[in-house]
């Protein structure tokens, strides 16, 4: 036996067993889960405003009537009544799709994992944002695909940056098979691809031979009334389409789907099968009530409302709490502030101080798979309520402030790792990667 | 772009993705439902001794009274409560163990996938018995790990058989990572591992460095009142158990567990969470319920009185209808009986002469890696009702005799694919791998 480890059984693991790695998201919910933190940490949505005990009898009345069906197996793509309420959600976005294309699975999340499975081998490249989705990350990680990431504005993604990135990746032998994007209210970044980039960054990402991955769990979640045309809606032959009932509706039931040309989506309903059998049947047929018998696109309203409050509770603290030289992104909905904070911080060192304070975050670090985003965090303002928020805020007004006093007696650099931190929240550069 | 596939996203597929193939069970999800065949394929639990009102009930109590939990995001490795009453149930096949080392799943087929998924690099060797569970060969071959089948006979996986298969894969030079063992009522072959032959099947796997992968859905649906210590617990360090209510309870949750030696189980944790954030909380919450409030240990004694009536049913009919020289197993418990024709038959080229004589099966083919089991067949006693049991086998016998007309006609040969049949339900010699 080599003495790589002690333990027998991680000497049988696989090579990709290495690239699984605990996310940062994971161990925060036990803080989340304190009373006494104000947690600008999860992602958690608020769900206080759900009828649940509309909900509880229609799950009553799915079970008398139809528990023999709900309890049982089911066809690995999803049921067919369920994926034709999903087109009709996608449309709200000026999706044009067949039920026969949608395929249903764990959350958005699983669809990640089918779509990098059926892409990706070992070394193979997925472009992505800077920052980009944490679990995205820890997915393409998992099957030992490389992330260069692109950078972005405050418009999303910057089509020429994208151009650079795979001329860069291409010369470097290696072949992106991915573009992975979240267009609509980023996470992290808060911030949205204009309508204009998303032509563009379809034109380019069809011309270089690399399919867009559109992950869209947070674009009905808009506070104007703009609605942003999804990718997809301009190429439906290459771009493949996540969506998820975690946000609109809740996560509970762990409820999402994928659209994809249909090659593809043969290959996802084989993958499907094979990591799950099927998605459970009661959760498909209790969605596929919701849609039918609820007012849905009012609790979205519901939704919208409750969050718009909610990040101008944030924004409106984050100009009276930060210290000079901060920045940060302003969302025109979802979940997610982005906050860059002057040189010589490092917000994942400065993470178990700010908990002993009673607030937390997401370290910036978490959102990138290189080292970068030293002096980033991830705000969330989906689950606190104003108050909290603002409390919160303020809070991290006086960690920063403990930080500053230590910067000044210490020095810049004296609290952080290596210098890895780039002026605001954009990119490495392209030849950087 | 190359010619190996006109469609451009399957010119982007991993090499991975070419090992994702349809299952035999899939293609017949569709006859299943068709009320006029009487199916004998599927593995279906027949659903209707369940309480259904009572389940709606509390179904609708779950959402009222915990609602905001039930249908938020949660924990990775499952809720804590269900963990233990996991280990409650695992304690009747004489497990010990701590729910710290049980990681809830989607269903137990993907746990599965996330075992192969940690074990096994490209090429690596899984060894199963012969014939082996077609969903577990699908995952299998989907990471690209390559089966080689252990000869089994009415006492299970035959030892001295194991043994030879070590040895051959270690002088092909290859590297066998985990047995994967069905050892009670074994799915597709009906036998069940002797007790003697457990310890030996533990001993001789942990002296190899090979992980026992204990796959056990129908343990406690057995006839008798035998009770048979699971693999895992005279070897807990070196036994990943995988366990699952889908036939116990119902599959349409689809909640499954992996019970793991502590490192593997902090793996199956990240994997699960980069696989698909969380299993969903309602499901688990519902269970824990039903495990609370319900007479469970019942309803699985009503399950058993149901499916031994139709085993019986099943096996008196085999003896009326099956021409000389056929034989079957003789299960004591679980779902299927494996068949096995005289010479000359197979049974997948039979299948379509088969459903329109209204009669359904899987053929034996669809339980090899490897070309075997063309004359042999899965048959399930667990959905039709007795009579439609009996109806099936005659219709079965009506088909058989037609072939047995052709094969006298035509001559043995003409109606089936070259000749790797084998005389009973073995396995090639390790050998022949």
Chains 1, 2 share one sequence.
């Not at 009530?289 to 409302?305: C, G, H, M, P, V």
């Not at 007696?409 to 550069?429: H, M």
Request: aromatic share 8%.
């Amino acid at each position: 036996m080599s003495g790589r480890s002690l333990d027998p059984q991680l000497q049988r693991n696989a090579v990709r067993t290495g690239g699984m790695r605990a996310s940062a998201i994971r161990a925060l919910f036990a803080v989340v889960n304190r009373p006494e933190v104000v947690s600008l940490a999860g992602g958690m949505p608020f769900l206080d405003s759900l009828p649940l005990e509309q909900l509880a009898a229609e799950t009553g009345r799915l079970l008398a009537d139809d528990g023999r069906v709900a309890l049982q197996y089911g066809a690995g793509q999803g049921i067919p009544e369920l994926r034709e309420q999903i087109c009709q959600v996608m449309a709200l976005e000026g999706i044009s799709a067949h039920p026969d294309d949608v395929v249903v699975t764990i959350g958005s999340q699983m669809a990640l994992d089918l779509v990098t499975r059926i892409y990706c081998d070992p070394g193979d490249v997925i472009l992505a944002e800077a920052p980009s989705y944490v679990g995205a990350l820890g997915t393409f990680s998992a099957y030992q695909a490389q992330v260069v990431h692109v950078e972005t504005d405050d418009d999303g993604l910057v089509p020429a940056a994208l151009e650079a990135a795979i001329a860069a990746v291409r010369e470097s032998g290696r072949r992106a098979k991915l573009l992975y994007t979240v267009p609509n209210f980023h996470n992290p970044a808060g911030v949205t691809l204009s309508v204009d980039r998303r032509a563009q960054v379809a034109r380019i990402c069809a011309e270089a031979g690399i399919t867009v991955l559109e992950d869209n769990p947070y674009g009905l979640l808009g506070f104007s009334d703009t609605v942003y045309p999804a990718i997809r809606s301009l190429d439906p032959d290459n771009v493949i389409y996540l969506g998820s009932f975690s946000k609109t509706f809740a996560p509970g039931l762990r409820v999402g789907w994928v659209l994809a040309p249909h090659a593809v989506k043969e290959k996802l309903v084989l993958a499907n099968e094979s990591a799950i059998l099927n998605p459970p049947m009661f959760n498909q047929m209790m969605i596929s009530r919701y849609l039918a018998n609820f007012d849905w696109q009012s609790q979205i309203k519901t939704y919208r409302e409750l969050y718009a409050e909610r990040r101008d509770a944030m924004l409106a603290a984050l100009e009276t709490h930060m210290p000079a030289g901060t920045t940060w992104t302003r969302p025109d909905g979802g979940f997610y502030v982005w906050l860059t904070l002057p040189e010589g911080y490092d917000t994942a060192a400065m993470l178990p101080r700010a908990v002993t304070e009673r607030v937390a975050y997401v370290p910036g670090t978490a959102f990138y798979a290189d080292g970068f985003g030293t002096r980033q965090m991830r705000l969330s303002f989906c689950y606190p309520t104003p108050e909290r928020i603002v409390e919160g805020i303020r809070r991290l007004g006086t960690v920063l402030e403990a930080e500053q006093e230590m910067l000044r007696t210490f020095g810049v650099g004296s609290v952080s790792r290596p210098d890895l931190r780039l002026g605001g929240p954009t990119a490495p550069a392209p030849d950087a990667v």
